[in-house]
């Protein structure tokens, strides 16, 4: 779009504040989401402090390998993109079930398993705990890959007032 490095980084964070609001709001108001999937394009926020970037930058600062500024809106917006996922998998699940109903649950903690391993090098291993935000932020990541292992162990069926009140 011919942006600078600055409004892009902006417009990003906007975007997934935007986008996690929807599936917020879908979810207690157990509605669809008003944004569907397929139909943007945009990449989730550097994980970057808010120095490292300003009106001035003429090229995208690399990303930190440790805990910044960003890291825990980051993971709020792969946090929800997982939910998200989750939520549409059980809802796409009956026509992928064998008898015992137990092939898509055991693709879907396959790949739960494959993103908690991700988040555990990507971001958990960035968090000193001896920092109160830190551990917030540790605790958030256990706690919504807790929340999501209950949702893929649902009944099939469970209706999605049930599911929000997990």
């Given at each position: 779009l011919g942006l600078s490095p600055f409004e892009t980084e902006v417009r990003r964070r906007l975007w997934w504040a935007i986008y996690s609001l929807d599936c917020q709001s879908s979810e207690?108001?157990?509605i669809g989401t008003q944004i569907k999937e397929g139909t943007y394009d945009t990449k989730l926020p550097l994980n970057?402090?808010?120095s490292d970037i300003s009106l001035e930058s003429s090229s995208f600062p690399g990303e930190r390998s440790r805990f910044?500024?960003?890291t825990?809106?980051?993971i709020r917006c792969e946090m929800t993109v997982l939910h998200r996922k989750l939520h549409s998998d059980l809802r796409c699940s009956s026509s992928n079930y064998d008898e015992g109903g137990s092939l898509n649950a055991v693709k879907r903690l396959?790949?739960?398993?494959e993103i908690h391993n991700r988040l555990q090098r990507q971001y958990?291993?960035?968090c000193d705990v001896s920092i109160p935000l830190q551990?917030?932020?540790a605790t958030v990541i256990r706690l919504a890959l807790a929340r999501s292992w209950l949702i893929a162990h649902l009944p099939e069926g469970m209706s999605?007032?049930?599911?929000v009140s997990l």
């Open positions: 207690f108001r157990a970057i402090h808010d910044t500024d960003m825990f809106g980051l396959h790949g739960l398993k958990l291993g960035l551990w917030v932020t999605a007032a049930e599911q």
